[in-house]
């Protein structure tokens, strides 16, 4: 959830620092700060306030000369936001400055014996044991002193280093934590995304795991912890940087919904030819699955509520037992998972920390794993057997939005194409769901095109303290991320719940002028809904429905009703979040709040 970003060439390093750190707000942070080397002499920054802050602080960056340094946004971990506890670190003589992601596990140990032998700490961090360490193991040699260091180290982090005795080398070392070098002319970077960089250049190294890289500003060398030379590839980034900007619109939110049928497209078309749906860049096969007695979908946040939706669909395409896991508490409770175990893990980021956690201990337990993820090259897309890329380019607001339905997409692509091979389904069956698939993202667009209508029903919203989405089946998966959108960015309490439980407690809840969210698109519950939305009814409630297309019914029970196009009911999901997706913004819209950046939220969350 960090960003760091680095520079060493001949312009002013700080102006490219602070650019880099704004694109990279969008991660989540507290505080920020960069330090550039200037005439043997490293000069900081530091604020616990926006980058816009620490721009006019430094005066674009002229406050702060040089041509090499780092920059960090922090998310506060260890110690409280503060510029003390704010990056980079320095050493206590100043000679070292380093930012860091990640979460150094066995810091305290070695705190302690650094003050012992007389280092003073001037934060509260994990992370200011690195310059430290560097101060106390360097003879003069810095690639040997950061082997020693970072082999010390034990958790995870992105390390970036410069040190005065090294004006224009920059060093960056990686262990389960992401971070990249930027290869320019007479120019070279580092950074945690690809964003960052996108403006300056678009050839990209994915740094691996323990591995360490000495960067001037016309070489890039890579080392392991003995100091052999490794050899690595340099990829290029083909997506426009257009594809990271808001393009005209408030907010990246909106922008990233508007681009949903795109990304959807994007993410499906090259995968269905002929009518079928075709997986060319995965290696299991169908002798695989037939080995397979069980699947095991793993994930975090929306992701995990894409994986509720997978299961529905997966049970009934392959008819399969499929469980669907918390990653944070995957590996916590000693799951039965072996060979005969399809894992299937869902990241956006591809570097989500429990995540990539759960995937391993899967792994160690012998189950073969099939990753989704819209980041290549990211971690856990390397730690998998297989991975089926979303192709949603890239995104920006915190609450997602074309991240989730684009890993909807990839999960029905992967139970159609499973079914096919199992034989489980008949090809009539599959050739419909397939078109529907092929088809989404015009349903989606003509839910786009009701902005305006949703806009108007969500002002009701605003001033509620607290509402209930409901529904059932594949309604009930939605209705859990439907929730989710709308606490993210507006702050109001709501909770999603199986219609059917609600006389088992949750109808104590509903008084009068309660909002409840009904949705109500699986046309064989229809009536149960109906019942469910009469229940809340009588007690009070105002009665939000979702109905497909041509369901009026509803309308006798509803105060409001959103319209959906029907598609097959297995990909119904896809279709029916986008309204709460625009909901929830509108309603955060009314508040005034700032819809990309919600309190307390990250992007990417790379810590346990």
């Not at 990209?204 to 060398?221: G, H, Q």
């Not at 508007?258 to 009518?275: H, L």
């Not at 007695?293 to 299961?311: E, L, M, Q, W």
């Not at 009703?561 to 896809?574: D, E, G, N, S």
Request: hydrophobic share 40%.
């Amino acid at each position: 959830m960090c960003g760091i970003v680095g520079f060493t060439g001949v312009n002013p390093a700080s102006p490219i620092l602070l650019d880099g750190l704004e694109k990279l707000e969008y991660r989540g942070y507290d505080s920020a700060g960069i330090a550039v080397i200037s005439d043997g002499k490293i000069g900081t920054a530091k604020t616990v306030e926006r980058i816009r802050n620490l721009i006019d602080k430094t005066d674009g960056g002229k406050a702060v000369p040089g041509s090499i340094g780092i920059g960090h946004t922090r998310w506060a971990t260890h110690g409280g936001p503060s510029e003390t506890n704010a990056h980079p670190h320095l050493s206590g003589n100043r000679k070292f400055a380093v930012v860091h992601n990640g979460i150094i596990e066995n810091y305290v140990e070695l705190k302690e014996k650094l003050i012992k032998e007389g280092h003073i700490f001037a934060s509260e961090t994990d992370t200011e044991v690195v310059p430290q360490l560097l101060e106390k193991y360097y003879d003069g040699d810095l690639l040997g002193a950061v082997a020693k260091v970072t082999s010390m180290l034990e958790g995870s982090f992105a390390l970036g280093i410069v040190c005065t005795d090294y004006p224009e080398t920059l060093v960056a070392a990686k262990k389960f934590s992401p971070l990249i070098i930027g290869c320019g002319k007479g120019e070279n970077y580092i950074a945690s995304d690809v964003t960052a960089l996108i403006s300056h250049t678009r050839d990209v190294i994915y740094l691996e795991d323990d591995t360490i890289a000495v960067i001037s500003k016309d070489d890039v060398n890579l080392y392991d912890y003995n100091k052999n030379p490794v050899k690595y590839d340099v990829s290029h980034i083909d997506w426009d940087i257009a594809a990271a900007e808001k393009g005209g619109y408030d907010y990246f939110m909106m922008k990233e919904m508007c681009e949903e049928p795109r990304a959807i497209r994007q993410t499906v078309d090259s995968r269905i030819k002929n009518g079928s749906v075709v997986l060319e860049d995965i290696s299991l096969t169908a002798e695989d699955l037939k080995k397979i007695n069980r699947i095991s979908i793993v994930a975090c946040g929306s992701a995990y509520h894409a994986g509720i939706v997978g299961k529905y669909v997966m049970e009934e395409l392959l008819r399969l037992p499929v469980d669907v896991d918390l990653a944070s508490e995957y590996r916590y409770r000693n799951p039965i998972t072996d060979s005969k175990t399809l894992t299937i893990i869902i990241s956006q980021s591809g570097e989500t920390a429990d995540t990539l956690a759960a995937l391993k201990e899967a792994k160690a337990r012998g189950s073969r794993v099939l990753s989704i993820v819209n980041v290549v090259g990211s971690s856990i897309a390397k730690a998998s057997d297989d991975v089926i890329y979303t192709w949603a380019g890239p995104e920006i607001a915190v609450a997602t939005t074309k991240g989730y339905t684009t890993q909807l997409s990839v999960l029905y692509l992967f139970a159609i194409w499973a079914a096919e091979q199992l034989g489980t389904q008949s090809k009539e069956t599959l050739a419909e769901i397939t078109e529907s698939l092929h088809n989404l993202p015009n349903a989606i667009d003509r839910v786009l095109d009701s902005k305006e209508k949703i806009k108007k029903m969500a002002k009701h919203c605003v001033d509620s303290q607290s509402l209930f989405f409901i529904g059932r089946n594949i309604d009930y998966a939605v209705a859990l991320e439907a929730s989710l959108k709308l606490k993210e960015i507006s702050y109001i309490h709501s909770e999603a719940y199986a219609a059917g439980e609600l006389k088992h407690g949750t109808i104590s809840l509903i008084e009068e002028g309660r909002t409840v969210i009904a949705l109500v698109a699986q046309e064989d519950l229809f009536d149960k809904m109906l019942s469910n939305v009469k229940e809340v009814r009588a007690r009070g409630a105002y009665v939000v429905a979702c109905a497909n297309e041509g369901d009026t019914a509803i309308e006798a029970e509803a105060e409001e009703v959103i319209y959906i196009p029907k598609v097959h009911k297995l990909l119904r999901a896809a279709v029916e979040i986008i309204p709460f997706q625009l909901y929830a913004y509108y309603v955060a819209e009314y508040k005034g709040l700032d819809i990309d950046k919600p309190r307390n939220l990250a992007k990417s969350v790379t810590v346990e």
